[in-house]
């Protein structure tokens, strides 16, 4: 598969900065807090959706483009067979069985 050009922002690099920074930082702290209420929660085995999670932070810093659609492949069921039945009634936020390390590739 061919790699996805990265789109052009209108903004310089300062700009998107300054523009969205603040934002950005409230959503971070955010995430920090949740990171130590399930800390602090403390029992249980890992769970499959904090594995993504971390997972999913390393993939912030890995500094390879396209991090929002990999994102999204690392959240998502890559199955393409439908299941015979619902396990729940809603989504859980990541795939349960998604082989551990695997990060799927932009999205096709």
């Known amino acids: 598969m061919a790699a996805t050009k990265p789109v052009g922002c209108p ?4 700009q998107a900065v300054d523009m969205y ?4 930082r409230a959503k971070l702290i955010d995430v920090a807090a949740f990171l130590d209420r399930v800390d602090r929660a403390g029992g249980g085995d890992d769970d499959f959706r904090m594995q993504a999670f971390r997972e999913a932070v390393a993939l912030l810093l890995d500094g390879a483009p396209n991090r929002a659609a990999r ?3 690392l959240f998502s069921d ?3 067979d439908p299941i015979a039945a619902a396990h729940t009634k809603g989504a859980t ?3 349960p069985d998604r082989p551990h390390g695997e ?3 932009d999205i096709d």
């Open 11 to 14: 903004l310089t690099r300062s």
């Open 78 to 80: 890559q199955t393409r």
């Open 103 to 105: 990060i799927p590739g």
């Open 71 to 73: 994102l999204l492949n």
């Open 21 to 24: 920074f603040m934002e950005h």
């Open 93 to 95: 936020g990541a795939w």
